[in-house]
Protein backbone atom coordinates (compact mmCIF):
# COMPACT_ATOMS: atom_id res chain seq x y z
CA UNK A 1 0.00 0.00 0.00
CA UNK A 2 0.83 3.87 -0.32
CA UNK A 3 2.77 5.23 2.57
CA UNK A 4 1.23 8.93 3.18
CA UNK A 5 2.68 11.27 6.07
CA UNK A 6 0.69 14.65 7.02
CA UNK A 7 3.15 17.85 6.22
CA UNK A 8 2.32 21.39 6.99
CA UNK A 9 2.70 24.63 4.81
CA UNK A 10 2.16 27.52 7.41
CA UNK A 11 -1.92 27.17 7.73
CA UNK A 12 -2.32 23.97 5.14
CA UNK A 13 -1.90 20.89 6.08
CA UNK A 14 -1.93 17.65 3.60
CA UNK A 15 -0.90 14.46 2.76
CA UNK A 16 2.60 13.86 1.33
CA UNK A 17 2.78 10.41 -0.24
CA UNK A 18 6.69 9.11 0.71
CA UNK A 19 8.13 7.44 -2.18
CA UNK A 20 11.67 5.06 -2.11
CA UNK A 21 11.42 4.60 -5.78
CA UNK A 22 11.47 8.43 -6.60
CA UNK A 23 15.26 9.91 -6.98
CA UNK A 24 13.62 13.39 -6.19
CA UNK A 25 10.57 15.37 -4.51
CA UNK A 26 7.78 16.63 -6.56
CA UNK A 27 5.17 19.06 -5.89
CA UNK A 28 2.33 20.24 -8.41
CA UNK A 29 1.91 23.36 -9.23
CA UNK A 30 -1.72 23.55 -8.08
CA UNK A 31 -0.32 23.44 -4.75
CA UNK A 32 2.16 25.80 -5.09
CA UNK A 33 -0.03 28.26 -6.20
CA UNK A 34 -2.54 27.71 -3.65
CA UNK A 35 0.15 28.19 -0.73
CA UNK A 36 1.25 31.82 -2.96
CA UNK A 37 4.54 30.80 -3.72
CA UNK A 38 4.63 30.89 -7.54
CA UNK A 39 7.52 33.61 -7.72
CA UNK A 40 9.33 31.55 -5.70
CA UNK A 41 9.81 28.91 -8.73
CA UNK A 42 12.94 28.58 -10.44
CA UNK A 43 12.98 28.72 -14.08
CA UNK A 44 14.46 24.98 -14.48
CA UNK A 45 12.62 23.37 -16.70
CA UNK A 46 12.93 19.81 -18.30
CA UNK A 47 11.81 16.12 -18.35
CA UNK A 48 11.67 13.62 -15.94
CA UNK A 49 11.74 10.02 -16.51
CA UNK A 50 9.67 7.85 -14.09
CA UNK A 51 10.41 4.30 -12.44
CA UNK A 52 8.85 2.79 -15.36
CA UNK A 53 11.91 4.12 -17.78
CA UNK A 54 9.26 4.82 -19.97
CA UNK A 55 7.14 7.75 -19.01
CA UNK A 56 8.19 11.32 -18.76
CA UNK A 57 6.44 14.72 -17.00
CA UNK A 58 7.57 17.77 -17.86
CA UNK A 59 9.54 19.61 -14.98
CA UNK A 60 7.73 23.28 -14.69
CA UNK A 61 11.33 24.34 -12.48
CA UNK A 62 12.66 23.88 -8.84
CA UNK A 63 11.59 25.22 -5.68
CA UNK A 64 12.89 25.24 -2.08
CA UNK A 65 10.25 24.53 0.22
CA UNK A 66 9.75 24.74 3.82
CA UNK A 67 6.67 22.88 5.65
CA UNK A 68 7.12 21.12 9.53
CA UNK A 69 6.23 17.35 10.27
CA UNK A 70 5.09 17.56 13.55
CA UNK A 71 7.93 19.74 15.69
CA UNK A 72 10.29 19.21 13.12
CA UNK A 73 10.91 21.95 10.74
CA UNK A 74 12.14 20.54 6.98
CA UNK A 75 13.37 21.70 3.90
CA UNK A 76 14.04 20.28 0.76
CA UNK A 77 14.66 21.21 -3.09
CA UNK A 78 11.67 19.80 -4.96
CA UNK A 79 10.92 19.50 -8.77
CA UNK A 80 7.83 21.62 -9.68
CA UNK A 81 5.46 19.42 -12.22
CA UNK A 82 1.94 19.74 -13.63
CA UNK A 83 -0.15 16.97 -12.36
CA UNK A 84 0.95 14.15 -9.62
CA UNK A 85 -1.45 11.59 -7.87
CA UNK A 86 -0.63 13.54 -4.74
CA UNK A 87 0.23 17.45 -4.12
CA UNK A 88 3.66 16.37 -2.69
CA UNK A 89 5.94 12.75 -3.51
CA UNK A 90 8.86 13.23 -1.07
CA UNK A 91 11.61 10.90 -2.67
CA UNK A 92 14.96 9.55 -1.57
CA UNK A 93 16.38 13.13 -1.08
CA UNK A 94 14.01 13.67 1.50
CA UNK A 95 14.29 10.27 3.09
CA UNK A 96 18.43 10.42 3.49
CA UNK A 97 18.37 13.55 4.31
CA UNK A 98 16.03 13.13 7.51
CA UNK A 99 17.62 9.92 7.95
CA UNK A 100 13.57 8.06 8.02
CA UNK A 101 13.08 4.72 8.44
CA UNK A 102 10.08 2.60 7.66
CA UNK A 103 7.97 0.75 9.77
CA UNK A 104 5.35 -0.65 7.70
CA UNK A 105 3.94 -3.33 10.07
CA UNK A 106 3.25 -0.53 12.52
CA UNK A 107 2.23 1.84 10.16
CA UNK A 108 4.75 4.54 10.82
CA UNK A 109 8.09 6.38 10.30
CA UNK A 110 10.89 7.67 12.62
CA UNK A 111 12.87 10.54 11.08
CA UNK A 112 15.49 13.20 12.88
CA UNK A 113 18.94 13.10 13.67
CA UNK A 114 19.76 10.10 15.95
CA UNK A 115 19.55 11.97 19.52
CA UNK A 116 16.28 14.01 18.16
CA UNK A 117 14.38 11.00 16.37
CA UNK A 118 10.28 11.95 15.54
CA UNK A 119 7.32 8.87 14.95
CA UNK A 120 5.15 9.99 12.57
CA UNK A 121 2.35 7.61 11.92
CA UNK A 122 0.91 7.14 8.36
CA UNK A 123 -2.85 8.62 7.65
CA UNK A 124 -5.08 6.46 6.61
CA UNK A 125 -5.37 5.33 3.05
CA UNK A 126 -6.93 7.70 0.49
CA UNK A 127 -8.68 7.10 -2.41
CA UNK A 128 -6.28 7.48 -5.66
CA UNK A 129 -7.61 8.96 -8.59
CA UNK A 130 -6.35 8.46 -12.04
CA UNK A 131 -5.35 11.63 -13.76
CA UNK A 132 -6.28 10.44 -17.33
CA UNK A 133 -9.63 8.45 -18.24
CA UNK A 134 -8.86 5.19 -19.22
CA UNK A 135 -10.81 2.07 -20.06
CA UNK A 136 -10.22 -1.34 -18.82
CA UNK A 137 -11.19 -4.19 -21.69
CA UNK A 138 -12.17 -7.91 -20.44
Known amino acids: SLITIPIAFSNVT ?38 DSSTKIRQQGVIELKFNIRHLECGIRAKVVDQLTFEVILGLDFINRYHVDIFTKRKFILMGDTENRTRVYFTKPALVRANHQCTVLP
Open 14 to 51: IRAMLDTGATSSLITMDLINKLRLSDQVSSQTGEIVLG
